[in-house]
């Protein structure tokens, strides 16, 4: 895939997370404005690696939007000017002559592994702290023997969308993980499958939350405007709800 | 720790004294500027004075107050412990920051508070230390309105006054609803009704501050 763009890149690198990073700017020439952003980092990649120089790391896995990986902070936005991720978004975005500027995702608790990979796990143990429903094994229940609001359905749904990027926490002020832990506390607290659990996930997903060393929440919504996946704020509301009722009303310290 | 403290030193729990805090301002500024809105009356601050004795002597007003300063204390230390504690969660400044994605006045409610402080500072000294430290009023030296038009005067204070409001209008523009969605106050049927209030709220109070000293220095009102 051969085309006439040319840009000019200047892109975070960084050895390891111990080292000390800096921009290094490239010129990549012959670019398609249909590749994906990513695709532009692989033509760069090939020709650094037949150069015999160190390629660029970056994540990514799916490329079709739906696994949260990619993530890049292109020109002051996560996953850049569009409202999409990285590996959806075009070179089309973009106008020949541009300059790209490329950062990994910062805030303390995503330290940078290398170059504009960052270490997400703090995520995991935010989901394992009280992300999930207990099921007891056995036969499978009957479809639709549960009923649920088309309406609370439909909420969980889209909260359930989130794909755990960190887009709301790079694009955060304050690196705040409000908007990634309250969707999932809401996706499942709408639903009757998650009643079980649902005091505990609040108080024990706020504290991992706070322990994992992201930010607290002044409602910019910065991360609703650059989520890739449109998750609301009202999911913030929400969890804030959720916290505040458990922490004064359940029976036990979690 | 007790589920209470922990609850309220908590990310959460922090917001929450900032909402609660700040509901019980924003509930003071609309006594403090209805009373003060007393000299449109235009009648030689008579009415006002009336108004502002009663406020300076009534005992339930005067306990009140005590709660209103601990609330306001409490407000500005949270307040300064969520932007050092949220400063600090992203070490390394990003090079570019886009900024299009929230308001500026959203982003800047420690620079706007700190604003603020340092007006009620100039503004406290003005009336509230002369009125309740000093016997100018009480001898009957001077009343209220006299000491107000005095002060107005002096275009110096005046353009600190405008500039407080201004930075009171942004901090209330943002504080008033995000308050709410704090306390987890997001609803379909109430939010677009709270934003809406919380706007007018968030101008008109300001507004009507500021044509005091405006109109005292132009002696519309004297
Ligand atoms: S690579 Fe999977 S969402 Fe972009």
């Known amino acids: 895939m051969e085309g006439n763009m040319n840009l000019t890149l200047k892109v975070w690198r960084q050895k390891n997370a111990k080292s000390e990073g800096r921009f290094e700017t490239f010129d990549v020439k012959g670019i ?10 692989d033509v760069l990649n090939e020709r650094l690696i037949s150069e015999t120089k160190e390629p660029i790391a970056f994540d990514h896995d799916c490329r079709e939007g739906i696994c949260g990986m990619c993530s890049m902070y292109i020109n002051g936005h996560p996953h850049g000017p569009k409202q999409t991720t990285t590996c959806q978004l075009h070179m089309r975005s973009f106008k020949s002559g541009d300059t790209i500027t490329v950062e990994p995702w910062r805030a303390a608790a995503f330290p940078v592994i290398k170059d504009l990979a960052v270490n997400r796990s703090s995520f995991d143990r935010i989901i394992a702290s009280g992300g999930f429903v207990s099921v007891n094994t056995g036969n499978a229940r009957d479809a639709n023997s549960l009923p649920i609001p088309k309406e609370n359905a ?9 794909i755990g990027c960190g887009a709301c926490v790079a694009a955060c002020k304050n690196a705040s993980a409000m908007l990634f832990t309250s969707a999932k506390v809401s996706q499942l607290s709408l639903l009757p499958q998650g009643q079980a659990e649902r005091q505990m996930r ?5 504290a991992q939350m706070d322990a994992e060393g992201f930010g607290a929440c002044t409602n910019t919504g910065a991360c609703e405007a650059e989520c890739p996946k449109g998750i609301s ?7 804030n709800r959720e916290y505040l009722s458990a922490s004064v009303s359940s029976n036990k310290e979690y | 720790m007790s589920w209470v403290t922990k609850t309220l030193s908590s990310s959460l729990g922090k917001k929450l004294i900032m909402a609660v805090t700040g509901l019980s301002l924003i509930a003071f500024l609309l006594v403090h500027c209805g009373i003060n809105a007393c ?10 004075n009336h108004a502002a004795e009663f406020m300076g002597t009534n005992w339930l007003i005067r306990t009140t107050e005590i709660g209103l300063f601990a609330g306001l204390i409490l407000h500005i230390l949270d307040g300064l412990k969520l932007w050092y504690d949220n400063n600090a969660k992203r070490p390394v400044k990003y090079a570019i920051v886009a900024g299009n994605n929230s308001t500026w006045y959203s982003r800047s409610m420690g620079l706007l508070g700190t604003l603020l402080l340092i007006f009620l500072v100039i503004h406290l000294r003005h009336f509230w230390v002369v009125s309740r430290f000093t016997d100018v009023i009480t001898s009957g030296q001077k009343t209220l309105f006299q000491e107000m038009a005095e002060v107005f005067a002096n275009p110096v204070p005046v353009v600190i006054y405008v500039l407080g409001c201004i930075s009171l209008a942004y901090h209330l523009l943002h504080g008033f609803q995000s308050a709410f969605q704090t306390m987890g106050w997001n609803h379909p049927k109430y939010t677009p009704f709270i934003k809406s209030v919380g706007a007018g709220f968030a101008i008109l109070i300001p507004l009507v ?14």
Do not use: H, W
């Open chain 2, 209 to 222: 501050f500021a044509a005091m000293p405006i109109a005292m220095y132009l002696q519309i009102i004297k």
């Open chain 1, 154 to 162: 439909d909420l969980a749904f889209m909260a359930a969308a989130c």
């Open chain 1, 32 to 41: 398609s404005e249909d590749m994906s952003f990513l695709e532009m980092f």
């Open chain 1, 202 to 206: 609040a108080e024990k997903m706020v």
């Open chain 1, 233 to 239: 704020i009202e999911n913030i509301a929400r969890m």
């Open chain 2, 39 to 48: 000299i449109f009356f235009n009648d030689g601050g008579e009415t006002f």
